[in-house]
């Protein structure tokens, strides 16, 4: 979990230098809801295969399922949330959302790769 919340720390300061000091904008102003919002599902993510590897190894595969199939549930509802509310740039905004979803995704994917080698 540390892993995440540096990594996470570490984007915010580029995301928050690359929106301040880039002429052009390529970063949607809600830019920072999507960090945010990344940020909550990769610690529910990580409890949950916490939780997985705990009890049982052999449910942990079921339990990393479930949080892939949250993760993507999750994130359509935000996205339609934010679509409903009607937004100035959409497709920025879904750019920036995928842009960081596959920034998450390879980065749990790593993270739980170095765990599973070493057990």
Known sequence: M????IATIILGIVLFLVQRYLPFPILHP???YILIFFFGLSFFAHRLMEFGLRNNREKFVTFYISTIVGRII???VFIGL?????????FLFVTNFFALYLFYT???IYGLYRNLRRD
């Open 2 to 5: 540390l892993r995440t919340l």
């Open 30 to 32: 809600y830019i920072w």
């Open 74 to 76: 999750l994130s359509l």
């Open 82 to 90: 934010f679509l409903y509310q009607g937004l100035t740039d959409s």
């Open 106 to 108: 390879c980065f749990e």
